[in-house]
């Protein structure tokens, strides 16, 4: 028997899939068919993988060659089931022994000398033969320091094709790994550099410890994207599983720069003038390029000149924040991409952005454009914010703590959460569902009279879970067992500073 089965793996959307490669030859004309729904670029491989063979010294098959990838309603695309393929060939050709290649996932481009390429989006396969049970998956050394903080998988790097037949023998040991930096504090902008803005800070700090989301208004200059770009380096750093999500996406986005491990809240801030497909995700082809809102999975989204956006670009953001994915619809792809961020608007306090800086520079906005530019951030989603601050025009001239000592204090607090949390399927205030508050996650007394109040006078009961959950993030920060009345009165000042401060 001739027929001899290899494993590789492909991307659809962020994730990957395994793809079974079975490699058959029989005699009769010398043709290769290739079949199980490739794209043109896997159409390719079988060129690349037979110049490869015979330019390492290994023989390529006479007569018919037949080559299927299975499960053949995946579509397949891209270059990375070269060496897969080139495998099944040597396999079924006796070259190696199928047992060898029968449980190992392999993962590249070839180069026409046998060589080893690096390929996009490898870490989301790793994954997948990690998820699969596959123990064993063989790389391009440009591949292997990302894909190495897959603890269940173990990933080795070859240089060529000799080398990985070698490998597999054990006659030849893999490269050494390159090393995966460590996540450096100091790459992040640090608190200390913003001047005074005292509240501001608070305000940024409490944010932090539930993953609330948060809004600021201020005058053009006040500190709103200084603050909010220091965000990252006071948020703990992401868990082992999370590492794994944000790495997975940032290897399909942005291959040729991801090349090490996303250990830190990634922070993405599109410009205004992005266009949907920036934002939500675009599909070409077969392939998915994920969208500024799933790079920001697990980190932040911060949206400057919120108002500047679209309408249709900031009502996007209605699904992810609801349910933490956005439903990409195309002809060629249809799925669901992950999106679950922490969102920070910033807005002028009106088109011209001087309506609160003191005369001489009045503001000269009409009322209609005042009220358009208000009304851009639209009721559902201003809805979906727990934190609203005004941040004024006198910034103090305070030099603060820097973000190692507050995210010292925010990583504490989330501690106490973490282990509150841990019976149920979240893990930070702001996840809370509204029933379980209300049963589970109740405040002290004195701080559920309050709460009872606002619900009657301002707040509504949309309002009141949303206060809530920001009272037991002062509560976490301030170590109470719950959230007492003070903790309370606080988080529905927090809740309504923005409007309480524009209407005075
Ligand atoms: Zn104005």
Not at 30 to 54: F, M, N, Q, W
Not at 229 to 255: C, F
Not at 342 to 369: E, F, R, Y
Request: net charge neutral.
């Amino acid at each position: 028997m001739a027929l001899a089965r290899s494993l590789g793996a492909v991307v659809s959307g962020v994730s990957g899939h395994l793809v079974q490669v079975e490699v058959d030859h029989s005699q009769g004309l010398p043709t290769v068919g290739l079949v199980g729904l490739p794209d043109a670029s896997v159409i390719e491989s079988k060129h690349r993988a037979k110049t490869a063979i015979v330019n390492s010294g290994l023989s390529w098959p006479k007569g018919r060659v037949t080559i299927s990838l299975s499960p053949a309603e995946l579509r397949k695309h891209g270059a990375g089931l070269d060496l897969a393929i080139a495998m099944g060939i040597l396999g079924s050709t006796g070259q190696i022994d199928r047992e060898l290649i029968a449980n190992t996932v392999f993962l590249a481009e070839l180069g026409l000398d046998g060589s080893l390429r690096s390929v996009p989006g490898a870490l989301p396969c790793v994954i997948a033969a990690a998820q699969s049970g596959i123990k064993s998956v063989v790389l391009p050394l440009g591949n292997i320091a990302q894909c190495q903080i897959v603890p269940a998988a173990c990933s080795v790097a070859c240089s060529d094709l000799n080398h990985v037949i070698a490998y597999l023998r054990g006659e030849r040991e893999p490269l050494p790994p390159g090393t995966a930096r460590d996540p450096d504090f100091t790459d992040f902008f640090d608190l200390s550099d913003v001047m005074g803005q005292e509240e501001a800070r608070w305000a940024l700090e409490v944010a932090a410890v539930g993953r609330h989301n948060l809004s600021m208004i201020g005058s053009p200059g006040v500190g709103k994207t200084l603050l909010a770009q220091r965000i990252s380096g006071i948020l703990p750093p992401l868990t082992e599983d999370e590492t794994l999500q944000a790495t997975a996406i940032h290897a399909v986005a942005s291959p040729l720069t991801c090349n090490n491990p996303i250990t830190r809240p990634p922070f993405e801030a599109p410009h205004h003038s992005a266009t949907m497909a920036a934002l939500v995700g675009s599909v070409h082809g077969h392939r998915v390029t994920p969208g500024a809102l799933t790079r920001a999975h697990h980190g932040v989204l911060f949206l400057d000149e919120a108002p500047e956006f679209s309408r249709n670009a900031l009502e996007a953001l209605r699904q992810p924040l609801e349910s933490g994915q956005i439903a990409l619809s195309r002809s060629s792809w249809t799925g669901l991409l992950p999106a679950k961020f922490q969102l920070i608007l910033a807005a002028n306090p009106c088109p011209c952005g001087n309506a609160l800086t003191d005369s001489p520079k009045a503001c000269g906005c009409a009322s209609v454009a005042l009220r358009k530019y208000t009304m851009q951030v639209s009721g559902p989603l201003r809805d979906r914010i727990d934190i609203n601050i005004l941040i004024p025009t006198f910034r103090g001239a305070g030099i603060g703590e820097s973000s190692a000592v507050v995210r010292e204090r925010v990583t504490a607090a989330r501690e106490l959460s973490a282990q509150r949390f841990r019976d149920f399927p979240w893990s930070t205030n702001s996840e809370v569902p509204p029933a379980s508050l209300r049963v589970n996650f109740h405040p002290e007394a004195g701080g559920a009279e309050l709460l009872n109040s606002y619900v009657g006078h301002s707040g509504g009961l949309r309002g009141s879970h949303r206060a809530l959950r920001v009272a037991w993030s002062l509560a976490d920060l301030a170590g109470h067992q719950r959230p007492t009345r003070e903790d309370v009165a606080l988080a529905i000042h927090l809740r309504n500073s923005e409007m309480a401060m524009a209407s005075s």
